[in-house]
């Protein structure tokens, strides 16, 4: 069936995936990527499918509500896949209003631009919005987020994204709108903006520089491969229940230093060095203020209902990841430019 489906923040790390895999796969499907190219915005993520005929890109900002109106006014759309947000927990930290005014702000201008192009013609609608398993705070040593966990966010970041997903269902159940809300662990894989942690180890061991481990590196992430998020996103988009949430995850916890230790591992072996040898660049810093100790997903809602598993193994994600960074120079050098040279220094150097 053809469908206009408008995707915002398809530029970054997740939303090029997303839509690399909906042009890809569904040639009926017009993608129009909206993305204000920030510093985490990216065209190269996508190079190699800019000149397909289903897809389109139009720079915009999700802040800017005339525009966003004329826009839905352009475009008839019949389904909107949001990702587009402020993403790195260390930014919100030293400057929240960012992510106030993109993640909470630019969310509503797009769920008011739906209810009004969608008032009486909601049916095979949707609003998907994407969201953290942030929103439910830290855990302890033991339990699993599900999607009856109470939202408590704790950073700017995850207090901008629950703030959005309340938007989300409060557009839902008073004004009717069709919105899904997904909730999924952290994501590694090629094109991540190197400020997360893995591409930033890998980077760091590449250029044999420290590699920054918060506190004592006990925090436990559960990781998922980008890859994974997006055929997640693909089955709720097309077989989720609308009102409904969807938690995602790769059942695949790790303790931040052995992470790091393993990514050491692979990395040290790719580039013929010695075994042990960028373990050494290992340094704890500073703790990160009010960092979260441990987020981990119970998957069985989206496994059992959807159908959906995470088909990448940590092993041979993390190997694929490593190549990709270490193979892509160009898209890396791209990157470490005027921005993260400032950003770097700030967070790491000059504390
Ligand atoms: P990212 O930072 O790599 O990409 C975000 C994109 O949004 C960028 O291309 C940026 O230019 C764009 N953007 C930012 N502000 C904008 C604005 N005002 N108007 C238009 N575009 C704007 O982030 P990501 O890691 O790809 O995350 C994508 C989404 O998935 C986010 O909503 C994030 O909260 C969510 N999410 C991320 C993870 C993760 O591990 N990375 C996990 C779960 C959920
Ligand atoms: P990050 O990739 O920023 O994702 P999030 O904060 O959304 O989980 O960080 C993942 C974990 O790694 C988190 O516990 C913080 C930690 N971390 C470090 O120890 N050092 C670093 O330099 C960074 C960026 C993160």
């Known amino acids: 069936m053809e469908k206009i489906i408008l995707v915002t923040g398809g530029a970054g790390f997740i939303g090029s995936h997303l839509v690399r895999r909906f042009v890809n796969r569904y040639p009926d499907y017009s993608i129009v990527n909206l993305d204000k190219l920030t510093y985490a915005g990216n065209l190269l993520n996508l190079k190699d499918i800019e000149q397909k005929k289903n897809y389109s890109f139009i720079k915009g900002d999700i802040t800017d509500s005339a525009f966003i109106d004329e826009l839905f006014g352009r475009y008839c759309f019949d389904a909107v896949i949001h990702l587009a947000a402020e993403s790195h927990v260390d930014r919100s930290i030293d400057g929240p209003m960012p992510f106030i005014n993109t993640n ?19 049916e095979d609608k949707l609003f998907l919005h994407i969201s953290t398993d942030e929103v439910y705070g830290s855990l302890g040593d033991r339990g699993l987020f599900t ?14 994204k629950a703030s959005s997903d309340h938007m989300v269902m409060a557009w839902h159940h008073t004004y009717k709108l069709p919105v899904i809300i997904s909730n999924c662990s952290n994501n590694y ?43 997640a996103i693909d089955v709720i988009f097309h077989k989720g229940k609308t009102g409904e949430t969807y938690n995602v995850g790769g059942n695949n916890e790790w303790r931040n230093i052995d992470l790091v230790k393993l990514i050491c591992t692979i990395t040290d072996k ?51 990841t490593v190549n990709w960074y270490l193979e892509n120079d160009r898209w890396m050098q791209g990157v470490l430019t005027g921005d993260y040279k400032s950003y770097y220094r700030k967070q790491y150097l000059d504390r």
């Not at 408590?152 to 901008?160: C, K, L, Q, T």
């Not at 190197?194 to 044999?208: G, Q």
């Not at 290992?282 to 119970?298: E, M, S």
């Open 270 to 320: 790719k580039l013929g060095r010695k075994p042990g040898s960028s373990e050494k660049l290992i340094t704890f810093v500073k703790d990160r203020a009010g960092h979260d100790l441990r987020y981990a997903i119970d998957n069985s809602k989206i496994t059992g209902k959807l159908g959906w598993k995470p088909s990448v193994s940590f092993e041979k994600g993390l190997e694929k």
């Open 147 to 160: 999607e009856e966990t109470a939202y408590d966010p704790r950073s700017p970041y995850s207090a901008s």
């Open 189 to 231: 894989g090629p094109n991540q903006f190197p400020e997360k942690l893995i591409p930033l180890v890998i980077n760091n061991i590449r250029a044999n520089r420290n590699i920054p481990v918060y506190g004592k590196g006990e925090n436990i992430r559960d990781w998922i491969y980008v890859e994974d998020h997006a055929a």
């Open 104 to 122: 909470i702000t630019g969310t509503v201008n797009l769920l008011n631009a739906a209810r009004s192009r969608w008032t009486g013609i909601q």
